[in-house]
C-alpha cells in the first residue's frame, strides 16, 4: 500500500483574500476540504501545509497593493487556521513549488512516504509545479479535482486538464478518501501523449 502524505499549498490569509473571487472559491471548498484533512488525519496520513513565506530583501516578489504579500512575521503570512492541526507539519517555501530549495523531499523520504496528495491554491501555478517536481522525483502524484482552486474557475479546470494528461491521478476528495480508506490500489500509470 502506498504511503501518503497530503500537501496544502498557499493557504494563508493575504494570499486567499487577494481578490473577491479567490476568497469565494476556497470558502466555497473549505467544508468538505476540513472534512477530508480530518478523514486524512484519521487515517494516519501526514499533513504538510506549504507556506510562502517572504522576506524583505527576496527577489522577483509580486507587490500586491503596493506591500509585500506574506511577509515573515506578519498576520497575513500565517496559515489559516481552520485548515491546521497541532499534528500538521508546516514547511516554508520561497518560490511555488513545494520541493524547490526545501526540506520537503527529504522529509517524505525519511518516511517512506511515495504518493503525494497536492491541494490548495493556485492549480495552475503551485499545483502544478509541485506536482511536475514530485513526478520528476519518483512519486505518485493525485490532485483532488474538488481540493484546489484558482481565482478563475478556467485556470483550474485547465490546470487539472493538463495534470491529469501528463502526472497526475485527478479524483474528488470523497473517491479518495473511500479508497484510502478501502485500500483500493490506484493506477498511476502514466497517461499515453497524443
Known amino acids: 500500500m502506498p504511503g501518503y502524505a497530503v500537501l496544502t499549498n498557499d493557504l494563508q490569509r493575504d494570499l486567499v483574500d487577494k481578490n473577491s473571487q479567490r476568497k469565494a472559491n476556497v470558502e466555497r471548498m473549505t467544508p468538505a476540504f476540513v472534512r477530508f484533512l480530518t478523514e486524512m488525519r484519521t487515517l494516519g496520513v501526514p499533513i504538510v501545509h506549504l507556506q510562502l513565506v517572504y522576506d524583505e530583501g527576496d527577489k522577483k516578489i509580486e507587490l500586491h497593493e503596493g506591500r509585500i504579500p506574506v511577509l515573515r512575521g506578519t498576520p497575513g503570512a500565517e496559515m489559516l487556521p481552520e485548515f491546521v492541526e497541532p499534528s500538521d507539519v508546516v514547511m516554508e517555501k520561497k518560490k511555488d513549488s513545494g520541493f524547490f530549495q526545501t526540506e520537503l ?90
Open 105 to 194: 523531499d527529504s522529509f517524505l523520504s525519511s518516511r517512506d512516504l511515495d504518493t503525494v496528495i497536492i491541494t490548495g491554491m493556485q492549480a495552475q501555478v503551485c499545483i502544478q509545479t509541485t506536482a511536475a517536481d514530485a513526478h520528476f522525483r519518483g512519486y505518485n502524484v493525485i490532485v483532488p479535482s474538488d481540493g484546489v482552486v484558482s481565482t478563475r474557475d478556467a485556470d483550474r479546470d485547465r490546470a487539472l486538464e493538463w495534470l491529469a494528461s501528463y502526472c497526475a491521478v485527478v479524483l474528488p476528495m470523497r473517491e479518495l478518501s473511500d479508497r484510502i480508506r478501502q485500500g483500493d490500489p490506484i493506477d498511476f500509470t502514466p497517461a499515453a501523449l497524443p
